[in-house]
């Protein structure tokens, strides 16, 4: 399997490697061969080249059997006239990733490190299909002396797609979707309201379908998080949602994310950023990264097994108290990641 | 004192009428005469004029002395052409009310019923100021057969009279303001950020001024809410973000707000909506309500010790536990009225 690694910036290169560690003993144990090639992305990639995603980063994403990025962004470049960002939004375009997923399950262990009532979080198991090629981030901008604009745009079938892959998850899980927008302001929330309605109707009546505006959803997600199963919606409301429902497990730092496109490969991050503030200082939690390698085994490598295998021992290592700073631990990134490889094997 | 009242939809009639009742014990004990004329707006408007905002309204609310608004909405008017909401958009570009106050205080004795755990909601205290006439909420719309698009646009002098009213708020308090943005995606928040950045420099250097993005923003609101005093933000990032931290205090229906204009009337109305499935039924919380009432007494008439009484009337209520079911009291609306008016007097 050829696999790009676009380590990016701040905790980025640290994680990366972990994700690199654990792959490689996953692969000795099941007799798999994973190739690692790194190329540059975001502020390295400007650093090096003036460039946040350089020619050859994209030849390389496009032609790989699924790529791995660890972060890209941070202070550093401010005021730099090319953004870190910029080579993310575009490796996400060009790759085609539509559908960003990133699944939220609080552990039992970590219940108590969450900042909402244990009784609240316990048993929450949720995933959010996040559009991410299309809306307000991609949509045309200007900017006069004396005033700025973002257009949002969304085509029915922008809309068709991700919903599809929404409701196909939630027939392998508990069966309801909950499609968030803002319906009572936008004209773009009101087609998505529309054609998602269709696409449930036409194919997916078995599945629940819900409806909630954005603003009432970032309440009930707190309130009541254990509610919601399969949770569809635009790339903004997705970006803002599933961070807030981020620390809802105790910390940023456990979460993954695969980003899917309609063939070709796969892109699997960490939701969380580069965290400048801690790079460079072993201190990073590698589990995010790791757990979006397990993402990229099973849907890119269709490798559940092996998969799975990552999922329990981290978990395990979770419940054994083998953990990062952040979850209150005393390991560096190199010895948590040590700790997985361990629980592998 | 002439006051436009505009019941609105759902529950929004009860609330209105408690706020009545308060107002006329105040007018009573310190000797103003509050004038209450009604209008229509909202779904109300609809089933009786086909339009959300009726001329005579909006003539009426532009020349009151201030307006104090129920709720608009409900599913009843799903499908309808004109929608309910609107009426609510319409009177707030019409009035120019372009500052929406959001004041978020944990009353001690209901941080226990908070779903974040009593150690990080207690003595929180912060407000947010969020730019309410501009931005996607207004900016123009398109359908074709296969897309819809919303317009997001904002003015240097849009950006620049909403921070310098969070500014000269943070002066009376803390002297901190965190504005809220997507500089790393987002055109129209680049200005933002510029803008807020040069008034902060040249009118109010003494506030400290950080800035944060949307999606961090949503995290941090629930693991550190203390950390905040002013938030300024745009239309659509307010709207979300000041309805998150409404769970913060146990219940939305706790909750005022404030839209302001550069002169003339303001419009005073609680954050909650028009619930429509406890509507007419006496089960709703008049204190949001209420305490917009207070807010429309210091704001508009400049009656800060009739404020503070009923500010101070409605926390030794809720300290006697004289609430609505809401908050797992026993007392209906009226009920719960009649305990603020008792300790006003
Ligand atoms: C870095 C930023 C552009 C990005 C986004 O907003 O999509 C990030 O917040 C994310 O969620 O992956
Ligand atoms: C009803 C709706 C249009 C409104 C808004 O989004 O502004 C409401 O959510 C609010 O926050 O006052």
Known sequence: FNI?????????????????RVLNSIGDIYGHRFEFTEHLIGGAAIDATGE?????????????????????????????????????????????????????????????????????????????????????????????????????????????????AAFQ????????VTSVDKANVMETSRLWREVVTRIHAEEYPQITLEHALVDSMAM??????????VILTENMFGDILSDEISVLGGSIGLLPSASLGADGPGLFEPIHGSAPDIAGQDLANPVGMVLSAAMMLRHSFDLEDE???????????????????????????????????????
């Open 220 to 229: 009930h997600l707190i309130r009541k998080p254990r509610d919601y199963d």
């Open 169 to 176: 998850a939630a027939q392998q899980r508990r069966g309801k």
């Open 52 to 164: 946040a995603l350089p020619e050859d980063t994209k030849a390389a994403c496009l032609a790989a059997d699924a790529v791995l990025l660890g972060a890209v962004g941070g202070p550093k470049w401010d005021g730099s006239p090319v953004r870190p960002e910029q080579g993310l939004l575009a490796i996400r375009k060009a790759m085609g990733l539509y559908a960003n997923l990133r699944p939220l399950q609080v552990s039992p262990v970590l219940a108590h490190r969450s900042p909402l009532k244990k009784e609240i979080v316990e048993g929450v198991d949720l995933i959010v299909f996040r559009e991410l090629t299309s809306g307000v981030y991609f949509g045309e901008k200007t900017r006069t002396a004396t005033s700025a604009s973002d257009l949002c745009v969304y085509t029915v079938e922008e809309i068709e797609r991700i919903a599809r």
């Open 4 to 20: 790009v690694v676009l380590p990016g910036d701040g905790v980025g290169p640290e994680v990366a490697l972990a994700a690199q």
């Open 307 to 345: 998969a799975n295998s990552i999922e329990a021992a981290v978990a395990a290592v979770l419940a054994s108290g083998a953990v990062t700073a952040d979850l209150g631990g005393a390991l560096g990134t190199v010895e948590a990641t040590r700790a997985i490889v361990d629980a592998i094997r």
